[in-house]
């Protein structure tokens, strides 16, 4: 394809990129109202953002390895159907059990759509020459990233749309993009008449990942974390991985090649993904929090006070983008870019429910420009190292990794948040001579309004000064990430689509 066909083609994908990143983030800012309309739980609250993370990151690297052995255009339709369907049976919902269903339904068609449009440009463009096109992809994740946010508290703050359009609004977007891909996509498909899929292997890597982030949801809060129940899911989890390990060694096509994944770049590469997939999810989760219950500004100032973030991936993604196909080299990038994301992090580690927004801005814009320079530049790593037959493969095993480790980041960070801020509550109560018990505030701290204004105060407090914890964790994280970019072979990208 040439550059004008590529890029009649990559309108399409990158809309159904867009609608699948945006459908988690616009959620965000409405799920106090979505769980309120519903009368659910906290707990159902958090599985409603888990089980659709569970089910993408859990069947990523199948998509990968099915977009190796059959028809990736195919894939890519039945996909948007998939993802379609479960966008409308989410606003149909009518009661939370429900809706962390067809969230779940969701979750496997936005994890399909991830990988399968990142395989798909692959398959038609040399890694040298992606840079230029990664550019666009970063652009479209970053507003994706940050703008869920505000779209959806406009969304919600609408009274003649409300939360249901938070998931309706991805219907015509998909739609429009399944006609001009049907119209615009021309790959050439290579026919394997010895086609082989690992169900078994498919099924132990999923089994295995899903009981491990069923631990990290459930474990601090409904069990401690030295327990029994942490000693079965753990050492359950941990032996199904085993012998998912043991099965991808030895059948013919393995769902995980670990030959790809053993080898020194893609190994390192997947280890820096996962902090810089923590940054991606959780950064926009709790910065959101952070400004509405910390702050006390609505979900739509919320939003708006995230652009910064946004802006920093946008620009960071499309000028190294750019910098990336001119000069064949990727290393450097890479490392500047995780590097100013640890140091973005360090800044937000500061912050507390009085700090300058002008601070806070600079945080999130370093944070933006790290996740930019990194992102696709860590695919662009593992891809130049493969041949196109194992292409789909490898990008949909960094994908997952990236994805696991947002899931396990915001499951863990929240989890670190939930016990400080409940300790800082205490604490605050206990000074003005109130029972937390009978101030409202035991139980569920979301619906802050309700609240008498004192308790208020001591509740913005609370998770304003809790709030630069999670990002001094998420600090540490992220030099596990400087670590292991730095040890990548310095090489150069090549100019050929396959080996």
Sequence with gaps: MDHRHVLKALSGLLIVLFVAMISSTVVSVALPQIIGSLNGTQSQYTWVVTAMLLASTASTPIWGKLADLFSKKLLLQIAIGLFVISSIACGFARSTEQLIAFRAIQGLGMGALQVLVQVIIAAMISPKERGRYNGYLGGVMAVATVGGPLLGGFITDTSWLGWRWCFFIAVPFTLIALVMLTRTLHLTEIRRPDVKVDYLGASLIAGGVSLLLLWVTFVGNDFDWISWQTFVMVGASALILIAAVLVEARVKEPVVPLHVVRRRD??????????????MFGGAVFLGQYFQIGRGYSPTEAGMLTIPLMLGVLVASTVAGQLVSRTGKVKPFIIAGVVVLTLGFLGLSTIDHETSLVLVSLGMLAVGIGVGMSMQNLVLVLQNTVPLSELGAASGAITFFRSLGGTIGVSVLGAVLANQVATKIAHGLAELGVDP?????????????????????????AYGDATGTIFLISAAIAVVGVIASLFLTSTKLRDSVDL
């Design 266 to 279: 893609p190994a390192l590469a997947i280890v820096a993904s996962l902090a810089v997939g923590m940054a």
């Design 437 to 461: 018990a009978a101030s409202g505030s035991g139980g569920s701290t979301l619906n802050v309004a309700a609240m008498p204004p004192e308790i208020q105060e001591v509740v913005r407090a």
